[in-house]
């Protein structure tokens, strides 16, 4: 399998990176290419036989599969280079949530796929989130996902759900580590301890966590009740979060998804000149 890379951003960097250390993809089956050729030409050099390309069709020829790894703004440009390029047993994969399945089709005479990544891909663990084109038979799902697995759980979404299920496995690593960061920092200001202890600690007792919902098969509500003791010093603690977590994350969501109607609406406009509603 040959997948083209177009964007070496932040995520387009980080799915690369995760799929030549998972042995999913030797560097010799990627080719690259970006808005500064540099930097293309800078990931490429890291990595013996991947190929830095100067423009976005010569990154796309010839490869399987393409992962658009780009802003949602640079999306129609990205596209009209591609139009006269792309097969229609290639398969392309925007990695961008306002970008719908709609916009793509059409306008690209290819499979279309939207994959929603997430930073934990980075560890070869947390899921990509799989949204699926009309022209996506199930052997190419199958072998999207096959790819997908190397670095993550693929789970199968529907479009409708692409901003929450974006929160929860996307942006849910920032929003974890902002409360771990806000505990570290609350437990060195007020006892003193080492921030580099705190934090280890914090660090390993979020692993444990997470394996006690996963592997452990635990519900939070279950994690809360075996921790915390009636009346004692957890659940005077977990009742003081409730109180002033009230709400907080309807707000969080609420601002997610009006960012992502702004940004859905930008999209639109630029492929088909007026306002759509859409997830």
Do not use: W
Request: proline share 4%; hydrophobic share 40%.
């Amino acid at each position: 399998m040959n997948v083209g890379f177009i964007g070496t951003g932040t995520m387009g960097s980080l799915l690369i990176e995760a799929f030549i250390a998972s042995g999913a993809l030797s560097p010799s089956q990627i080719s690259v290419s970006n808005r500064t050729f540099a930097k293309a030409q800078a990931l490429a050099d890291r990595y013996s036989g991947m190929r830095a390309e100067f423009s976005n069709e010569s990154a796309a020829c010839g490869c399987d599969v393409v992962f658009l790894c780009i802003k949602p703004h640079e999306f129609k440009r990205v596209v009209d280079d591609l139009k006269p390029v792309v097969r229609p047993d290639q398969i392309l994969v925007s990695i961008t949530s306002p970008v719908l399945i709609s916009h793509l089709e059409g306008e690209l005479d290819c499979k279309i796929a939207k994959v929603i990544p997430s930073i934990t891909n980075y560890v070869l663990s947390g899921a990509s989130l799989c949204i699926y084109g009309q022209t996506m038979q199930e052997e190419d799902k199958a072998s999207l996902e096959s790819l997908l697995s190397h670095i993550s759980d693929p789970l199968r979404i529907d479009e409708s759900y692409t901003r929450i299920v974006s929160d929860l496995s996307s942006c849910g690593p920032a929003f974890i580590s902002f409360l771990l960061e806000q505990f570290v920092d609350a437990a060195v200001e007020e006892t003193g301890i080492g921030r580099e202890v705190a934090l280890k600690v914090a660090s390993a007792m979020l692993l444990g966590t997470g394996m006690l919902l996963t592997e452990g098969g635990l519900t939070p509500e279950q994690v809360q009740e075996r921790v915390a003791v009636p009346g004692g010093i957890t659940a005077k603690a977990l009742n003081l979060l409730r109180r002033e977590t009230d709400g907080v994350f309807n707000q969080l969501i609420r601002t997610t998804h009006d960012k992502f109607r702004e940004d859905l609406t930008k999209v639109s406009v630029a492929f088909i000149g007026e306002e759509v509603n859409g997830q």
